[in-house]
């Protein structure tokens, strides 16, 4: 395994050293920002597929990512590979408390609240927290996907103790956005009004996000399956269109009966 990553690393020092390739020479920060992420949800994607030779792959192609990043520092005088492997070690080692030293925590619960302690007294000793800006909700990045970010801050301030009681509570809440969305809907051609109505659907899909929550399903996770489920059910759709017709020239109901047969012909496979 050392072998190995260190075979690594020198291939991307080769590649960024005079000499190497022109590409990866060129390569900052901020450019591999788009492939870092795209190669993030590949993994992901592999992970979901349950194929693991794709995971193998896909993870490689993460880590080189991640060992890039690390070569462009190491070249400003910043940081490394082996500072990056040690300080996840040490971070690892301190926020374990209760498997490295002697502090309790029996259950998943009491482990994610162990957690957040720690990270919040380590962003107050680094000075990151003025007293003015401290919050329950800090370390949740912005760059995170919508429906991820919005659970994560959901999570933040269920612990401190905001939340709904119920998950039933969460649908009521739900039917109460949906009634504004349906208030705005009528004038929507106005500008303002478009305004308020984004505002709104974005309340709507908060409120959805907090149900899943609540039920303690990803939002994310279970978007992507539905969003997985109408693809398949389209593609069928698309394939049993009569040879001598378009798709877009159906009426809608020879589209909706389409639909149904996709349907049904899920729940007998």
Request: negative net charge; aromatic residues 6%; contains cysteine.
């Amino acid at each position: 395994m050392s072998q190995a990553l260190d075979q690594l690393k020198e291939i991307i020092t080769h590649l960024r050293a005079p000499g190497g390739c022109a590409w990866d020479r060129e390569q900052t920060p901020s450019s591999l920002r788009s492939s870092l992420i795209e190669e993030a949800y590949e993994v992901v994607d592999a992970i979901e597929r349950e194929h693991p030779a794709d995971l193998e792959e896909e993870l490689g192609d993460l880590l080189i990512n991640i060992l890039m990043q690390a070569e462009i520092a190491a070249e400003q005088g910043e940081f490394t590979a082996d500072s990056i492997a040690s300080t996840a070690a040490e971070k690892l080692i301190r926020r374990h408390p209760h498997v490295f030293g002697d502090a309790s925590a029996e259950t998943s619960h009491a482990v994610l609240g162990q957690w957040e302690e720690i990270k919040r007294a380590e962003r107050i000793a680094k000075g990151l927290d003025a007293a003015a800006d401290t919050s329950v909700l800090d370390g949740v990045a912005r760059a995170f996907p919508a429906l991820v970010r919005a659970q994560k801050v959901q999570k933040k301030a269920a612990r401190v103790g905001f939340d709904w009681e119920r998950p039933e509570d969460v649908v009521e809440k739900i039917r109460e956005e949906i009634l504004e969305v349906e208030a705005e809907m009528p004038l929507r051609q106005e500008p303002a009004v478009a305004r308020r109505l984004s505002e709104e659907v974005g309340d709507l899909l908060f409120a959805v996000v907090n149900l899943a929550r609540a039920l303690s399903i990803d939002a994310e996770s279970a978007l992507q399956a539905a969003t997985g489920k109408f693809e398949k059910r389209f593609r069928r759709m698309e394939r049993a269109v009569p040879a001598d017709r378009e798709f877009k020239e159906l009426s809608f109901d020879e589209m909706n009966a389409l639909w149904e047969v996709a349907k049904k012909s899920e729940r007998s496979a």
